[in-house]
């Protein structure tokens, strides 16, 4: 059974940083379309940030430049390095294997205080 399982999130303060990581079991990250989304309170979840297969990577215009993905092969993880953070960043952040179907994780909450 495939389990995606993010940690790293917690409280910062706005400027801060915050490195968030998926564990992946029953999955390889190198043959799935990986992504992070992210959900506000009383807000749609949103893509973050995503990598493909070939390594290819996109962004949400909105962390363009602050946040960066990327992908551990030999762990089978995927992270997201998240820098000079803003109180709108806050939310529950989900991690995405894309491979046949999608899978999401339980997600991680992600709080930035001004």
């Known amino acids: 059974q495939v389990q995606l399982v993010e940690s790293g999130g917690g409280l910062v303060q706005a400027g801060g940083s915050l490195r968030l990581s998926c564990a992946a079991s029953e999955i390889l990250v190198s043959l799935a379309a990986m992504g992070w989304y992210r959900q506000a309170p009383g807000k749609q979840r949103e893509m973050v940030a995503g990598i493909s297969r070939g390594a290819r990577t996109n962004y949400a215009d909105s962390v363009k430049g602050r946040f960066t993905i990327s992908r551990d092969n030999t762990k089978n993880t995927v992270d997201l390095q998240m820098n000079s953070l803003k109180p709108e960043d806050t939310a529950v952040y989900y991690c995405?294997?894309?491979?046949?179907?999608?899978?999401w994780g339980h997600g991680t909450q992600v709080t930035v205080s001004s």
């Open positions: 995405k294997a894309s491979w046949i179907t999608d899978y």
